[in-house]
């Protein structure tokens, strides 16, 4: 049995979808959940060279055998969640959704843009707020998925008890992965920087909460740092600690071409900054984790996308990795190199579960986004 929970450390897009899905192939995972809502994509590029982007299932579909579930702490919007599971391909047996998740309707996202929750917070203006908030008042309005299958019959094949399907399997012996959403940063209940936030709790605790599993199961808590932290597009964001511009970034890691990013569903481009050691502290300190993952070393030295184990990895990127063990005390488990969910290293003996890389392709879909 075995149970690990992946988590943002940062403001998001750090690159857990491409984490989760790496070690759901790599530990042979048999169930992933992913936790929140559509507001929020995570990513990751295939071995052909294509950005998938998922805002409801979890990126562990990439494992044939794995089961993907949704829990009733998760809002979800079943028009995009419909379109991700006919995109994939998915068979009905391959996927559950709880029937207590919440669901968010087209008044939810009107709210928020009645609110001007954009042009305050930076919104994407997916509802999920302002669904979360009549959850929370419980009104004759709220609506369960268990509630909606008059209006959405296709769903009524997935729905389950995710808490109690997930808790069997553990007993079983069986191992799982949960798929946090966002990053500490925007924490609801922990960021320094409400309101400038997040919905919801964005740690380790909050998903096994949402979820419905004690953490005595625990066995791994996955921290996903970036090398340069990004947050959404807009001062009314939030702070970003020591930002720079995405030109410093390419002239300083010696990217032949253009890196500036965009965010998964608003497009807009993000801010980047240098790493915030105190916010990384603090996200071990709240989620103590067993592993850490760093990735976009690439960002460091462009040369780091040809690196296929640790030690072939730039001076100044073991240095990185060494400091960051040596605050944190924690190892670094996963380091990527790039955007495809092959360009990632193993920390444990140095040898690389890398395919050769193609440089010179664009990197602007890098990694999961807010």
């Not at 940063?185 to 960021?191: A, P």
């Not at 990004?230 to 390419?250: C, F, H, M, N, S």
Request: glycine fraction near 8%.
């Amino acid at each position: 049995m075995s149970l690990w929970v992946v988590v943002g450390g940062q403001f998001g897009s750090e690159g857990k979808g491409k984490v989760s899905a790496f070690i759901t192939k790599q530990e042979d995972i048999d169930i992933c959940v992913r936790c929140g809502g559509p507001n929020s994509g995570h990513s990751f590029v295939d071995d052909h060279g294509q950005t998938i982007v998922l805002r409801q299932l979890p990126t562990g579909f990439i494992n044939p055998k794995t089961r993907l579930l949704i829990p009733s702490g998760a809002l979800i919007d079943p028009i995009v969640l419909k379109q991700e599971i006919d995109f994939l391909s998915l068979p009905p047996d391959r996927i559950g959704i709880d029937s207590k998740c919440f669901i968010i309707e087209e008044h939810d996202r009107e709210q928020e843009r009645s609110l001007g929750l954009r042009e305050r917070l930076s919104s994407t203006l997916c509802g999920v707020g302002a669904a979360q908030a009549r959850r929370v008042l419980r009104g004759e309005d709220a609506r369960l998925a268990k509630d909606v299958v008059v209006d959405y019959p296709w769903m009524a094949e997935y729905l389950t008890d995710v808490s109690d399907e997930l808790n069997t399997a553990l007993d079983t012996g069986k191992s799982a992965l949960i798929e946090g959403t966002q990053g500490f940063g925007l924490s609801l209940y922990h960021s320094d920087f409400y309101p400038r936030t997040t919905s919801r709790d964005t740690t380790a605790a909050g998903f096994l909460s949402e979820v419905g599993v004690s953490p005595l199961r625990v066995t791994e808590v996955v921290v996903v740092f970036r090398t340069f932290p990004i947050r959404v597009a807009g001062k009314q964001a939030g702070p970003l600690e020591d930002e720079i511009t995405w030109e410093q970034l390419q002239g300083e890691s010696g990217y032949p071409y253009s890196i500036e990013e965009h965010t998964t569903v608003t497009k807009k481009v993000r801010r980047v900054a240098r790493f915030d050691w105190k916010l990384a502290l603090r996200a071990v300190q709240l989620n103590k984790p067993t592993r850490l993952a760093i990735n976009c070393l690439d960002y460091l030295d462009f040369s780091n996308t040809l690196a296929d184990r640790k030690d072939s990895l730039s001076q100044r990127a073991k240095e990185f990795i060494s400091e960051l063990e040596r605050r944190t005390r924690t190892p670094v488990a996963f380091m990527g190199v790039g955007p495809r969910l092959s360009e990632m290293i193993t920390g444990s003996n140095d040898k690389a579960f890398c395919a050769v890389k193609e440089v010179g392709k664009d990197h602007s879909a890098m990694t999961a986004a807010v």
